[in-house]
């Protein structure tokens, strides 16, 4: 079975232009979770879909931030424009049934964003 | 709502040595634990997990235990191997989102 991917795993952009990290979960699973850690800090959620709608998107920084799934299989993370502080390592996580108290997170390799 | 707070590293053991980091958490409620594992160059991987009070995870030679009564989840190894260098997350996990401590780099010495 595939593991979660992201791509790209490496991504370096100028202040100002626009960046999409995209997300494939593992297949089946219906929850997708973006994550990210800035500057070697702990890791942070952003948002959490539940098939295609959005459950909780109450990390999200600001609005330069866009989260997308559209039908419910990858999803993708469009900054724009983007920042200094955005640069970090953007993990997608996905697990299958969050009503179950052994409910897994899964997470892929991440993408490392710098902004120059 | 949840956080978790994580031994301060780096630390540097020699092969061999026991292994202690310390998580605890403040949460409402009893949150699923987690401990996962970045070695260098990779993502996150789950190392272990334990989902009520004195559950014990164990995977690879690592244990920790929930404890409620110090609301903590420590991270041990009796005895570690260069190939444990890595950086290590405690997590905890309460409605749904991961709430995650600040990370612990292991550096281990041959």
């Known amino acids: 079975e595939a593991g979660v991917t992201q791509f790209p795993s490496h991504s370096v952009i100028e202040k100002g232009q626009t960046v999409t990290l995209r997300c494939d979960p593992i297949?089946?699973?219906?929850?997708l979770y973006w994550y990210r850690r800035v500057m070697g800090k702990e890791i942070k959620f952003l948002l959490h879909?539940?098939?295609?709608?959005?459950?909780?998107e109450s990390g999200m920084p600001n609005n330069r931030f866009l989260a997308e799934r559209t039908g419910g299989t990858y999803s993708t993370l469009k900054v724009q424009p983007a920042e200094l502080e955005d640069s970090g390592v953007y993990f997608c996580?996905?697990?299958?049934?969050?009503?179950?108290?052994?409910?897994?997170?899964?997470f892929g390799p991440g993408t490392r964003l710098t902004v120059l | 709502g949840n956080s978790v707070t994580q031994m301060e590293g780096p630390v540097t053991l020699s092969e061999e040595a026991f292994l202690t980091i310390n998580c605890t958490y403040t949460?409402?409620?009893?949150?699923?634990l987690f401990w996962y594992v970045q070695y260098p160059g990779e993502g996150l991987q789950l190392l272990l997990k334990?989902?009520?009070?004195?559950d014990k995870g164990s995977n690879k030679g690592f244990e920790a235990t929930y404890r409620k009564e110090t609301t903590s989840f420590h991270l041990e190894k009796g005895s570690v191997q260069v190939s444990d260098s890595a950086v290590y997350f405690c997590?905890?996990?309460?409605?749904?989102?991961?709430?995650f401590g600040q990370g612990t780099r292991l550096t281990i010495n041959p």
């Open positions: 996580a996905s697990s299958q049934d969050i009503q179950a108290a052994t409910d897994t997170q899964y």
């Open positions: 949460a409402t409620g009893y949150p699923s």
């Open positions: 334990a989902t009520k009070a004195d």
């Open positions: 879909f539940v098939k295609e709608s959005k459950q909780d």
């Open positions: 997590a905890a996990r309460g409605a749904q989102k991961l709430v």
């Open positions: 297949s089946g699973h219906d929850n």
